[in-house]
Each structure stands twice: as structure tokens, then as C-alpha cells.
């Protein structure tokens, strides 16, 4: 069963990354590109298409982010916990909690539950808006503590959040599901063109996440980044499955969101330690690691949820 869920999920996955890899190294390709058409094209067109096809709930949607702010918050305080006992620099302790805290629910989490639970692949959407919201808030201001950035004010900070169209694709979707207008929006002229991009997704986002895997010369393994890979792959989906008891969840919700909690590290975050002069070396490492390692801890995840 094990190799079956490798093959069918996990395989598929490493295959495009692999190929995005390749032609990263082959031809150079444009990663500015190609995370512009992600973020502004392709996740918000598969966001509106599953939300608005999706029966989802609004209780059940609050608890969703409820659930992520809850991982988010759990993470940093013990990656906080363990560097204030290693005494570790400034710079490094913000960069062990950037790579814990926010894990990559985008272009490797939203594939990943498409294959997996693809019934029920909408709900993470809901993961993906909260950890972009947080990743460019929280994120940011634990990134720029104790340093200057010309980027670093609140007034940018808060543009960028609401630079992110993701947030509207979902405002939207909810809006045309709350109005009554699914069918009528089905069936217009804009709606295949959406089909289209949220088709398009999966290949390109990993595609997308194999270019920046190449980009990046992590460093070696040392005793920090080891225990960032572990709390990261295992310590998440351990935290993951105290709290989906604590907000109700069950079923392929619960084992989504328990899944969803062992993603690698989202390169998001290497790109804020670089902006605010935390540890970016480090930050690169343990999304370059935690990338390659979670082909056998995912897939290991996956086999006992199917267990049980």
C-alpha cells in the first residue's frame, strides 16, 4: 500500500519538480515569471473554481482558519523555545521560526491535495489564504524585528497583504455562492478560461517549485537546521493531530488538514529572511531539505492516514 500511495501521489509530484529542475538548469528560466503567473493567475482562477463548486460551510471555514492560525502560532513558540536554549543569534532564531511557522500550502500543498483528497482539495484553500495573510503580516514583522528595510513600514506591509489576489478570488467565490449565481457563472463566457487556469495549476506550480529548488545552494546540515527539518516534516503533523480534535474535525477533513501540516517549508520565507538580513542561507537550506526530504515523510503520513 505504502508504494502504491508513493506512486499514485508522491511520484507525480517529484516528477514535475524534477522537470522544473531541469529545465532551471538547462535554460535558465525565469522564476519572476513564473511566480507572478501562479500568484496572480492560476491560484486565484482554482480558488474560485473549487470554492464555488465546493459545498463548503461557513462554520466550517472559520475553523479551518482558526486550525492554521493555531499551527502557526504553535510552531513558532517552540522553534522560539528551542533557540532561546541554544542561545542562538537574532538573525537565526528568526529564520528557524520563519521556516516552521509557514509551510508551503501553495504550489506544493494544493497539488498534493488535489491528488490525494481531491473531493475535498478546496478546503485548502482556506489554509492557503491564512498562511499568505500571515506569511505577509506576522511574517514580515517577525522578519524585519531588529532590523531596517525600505519595505519595513506598515503602511507597505499592509499593501502587501492587500496585493494578494487570492484574498479576492475567495471574497468573490463566497460572494457568487452567498448570491445564488453558481449556475449563472457556470454558465458564461469567463467561465472555461477559469477552468482552464485552475487545470493548469498543479503542473505549473511545481513546476514552478522545481525552478526555485534549482536557484537555491543550500548549506550543510547542522544541528539547527536538522531539528527545523524535524519539527517542520513530523513535529507539524503531530501538533496537526492534537488540534484537529480540538476543533472537531474528522474524516478526510482531518486527515487533509493533518497532511496539509507536514508540507515543506514555503520559500516565501526565504525570500523575507533575505529581505530583512535574518539568516537567508539557512532559510534557503531548510526549504531546499525539507522540500526533498518530504517525498518519504509525506508519503509516510499518508499511509497512516489510510491506515487508520
Not at 507525480?12 to 519572476?32: E, S, Y
Not at 526549504?287 to 518530504?294: A, D, E, G
Amino acid at each position: 500500500m505504502i508504494l502504491t500511495l508513493f506512486r499514485d501521489i508522491c511520484l507525480p509530484i517529484f516528477l514535475i519538480i524534477g522537470a522544473g529542475w531541469l529545465f532551471d538548469r538547462k535554460f535558465r528560466l525565469d522564476l519572476d515569471s513564473l511566480v507572478k503567473l501562479n500568484i496572480y493567475l492560476l491560484v486565484p482562477a482554482f480558488i474560485f473554481v473549487r470554492v464555488t463548486q465546493s459545498p463548503l460551510t461557513g462554520d466550517l471555514a472559520f475553523r479551518i482558519i482558526g486550525f492554521t492560525l493555531c499551527m502557526i502560532a504553535s510552531m513558532g513558540l517552540l522553534s522560539w523555545a528551542y533557540a532561546r536554549a541554544r542561545g542562538l543569534s537574532s538573525a537565526s532564531r528568526r529564520s528557524l521560526q520563519l521556516s516552521t511557522m509557514f509551510y508551503n500550502c501553495g504550489n506544493y500543498g494544493i497539488p498534493l491535495m488535489a491528488l490525494a483528497y481531491p473531493d475535498i482539495a478546496a478546503l485548502q484553500v482556506f489554509v492557503l489564504m491564512t498562511m499568505n495573510v500571515s506569511t505577509f503580516s506576522l511574517g514580515t514583522l517577525l522578519a524585519a524585528e531588529g532590523g531596517t528595510s525600505p519595505d519595513g513600514k506598515p503602511k507597505r506591509r499592509l499593501s502587501v497583504i492587500l496585493k494578494q489576489p487570492s484574498l479576492y478570488a475567495i471574497a468573490l467565490a463566497i460572494s457568487v455562492r452567498g448570491l445564488g449565481l453558481s449556475d449563472t457563472v457556470e454558465a458564461s463566457f469567463v467561465w472555461e478560461p477559469l477552468v482552464y487556469g485552475e487545470r493548469a495549476l498543479i503542473f505549473v506550480a511545481l513546476l514552478t517549485l522545481g525552478v526555485q529548488l534549482s536557484k537555491n545552494k543550500p548549506p550543510r546540515l547542522d544541528a539547527s537546521l536538522s531539528f527545523a527539518l524535524v519539527q517542520r516534516l513530523l513535529g507539524g503533523p503531530l501538533i496537526a493531530l492534537a488540534l484537529v480534535q480540538v476543533f472537531g474535525f474528522s474524516g478526510p477533513v482531518s486527515a487533509l488538514l493533518i497532511l496539509g501540516a507536514g508540507a515543506p517549508t514555503a520559500i516565501n520565507t526565504a525570500l523575507l529572511a533575505h529581505e530583512f538580513k535574518a539568516d537567508a542561507r539557512f532559510a534557503s537550506g531548510i526549504v531546499f531539505y525539507s522540500t526533498l526530504l518530504s517525498l518519504v515523510s509525506i508519503t509516510v503520513i499518508l499511509f497512516l492516514l489510510n491506515r487508520g
